[in-house]
């Protein structure tokens, strides 16, 4: 018997200007492409061949200026100018086997990142292995701005 595996990503991007709690713009943006690179390490990690987790100390998102169509084969941003940042306290949270998600988010703060942003990815900083990659024109981020990047990937 053959069981279907299918995988759905949400993206949510909240804009802040410092200071607000509240943000003045909210985007959700459907899918994502696992990337090659990363559905290998997932299996690494699933075998225990590897050490190198999407954890806390590890993970990150990336965002970037980059608008080539995703494709499997990248192995990670694609544009020219590029910004990572580091998992908020809390994550990645994982959900209970209902919920069969991991969720990834990190907060770009005033100064960062103030660039176009067409592109991001989840990505373990120390092996270099971008996980997913999105392609999605959110605009530029400018100074006395917080945007915040969430990825809630669901496996079923």
């Known amino acids: 018997m053959l069981i279907e595996v299918f995988e759905h990503a949400v993206w949510t991007i909240e804009r802040f200007r410092v200071g607000d709690d509240k943000p003045y713009n909210v985007s959700t943006i459907i899918g994502n492409i696992m990337l090659g690179v990363g559905i290998e390490q997932l299996w690494k990690l699933v075998a225990g061949t590897d050490a190198d987790h999407y954890d806390n100390a590890h993970a990150e998102i990336g965002v970037g200026t980059g608008d080539a169509a995703e ?25 209970s086997d209902v919920d069969r998600c991991i969720t990834f988010k990190s907060s770009f703060g005033d100064g960062v990142a103030e660039h176009d942003w067409k592109e991001f990815v989840v990505w373990n900083k120390s092996a270099g292995i971008c996980l997913v990659r999105k392609v999605s024109d959110e605009g530029t981020k400018g100074s006395g701005l917080v945007w915040t990047v969430q990825l809630a990937i669901t496996l079923g």
């Open 71 to 95: 494709d499997r084969t990248h192995s990670g941003l694609q544009g020219g100018t590029k910004t990572y940042a580091g998992m908020e306290a809390t994550f990645p949270q994982i959900g």
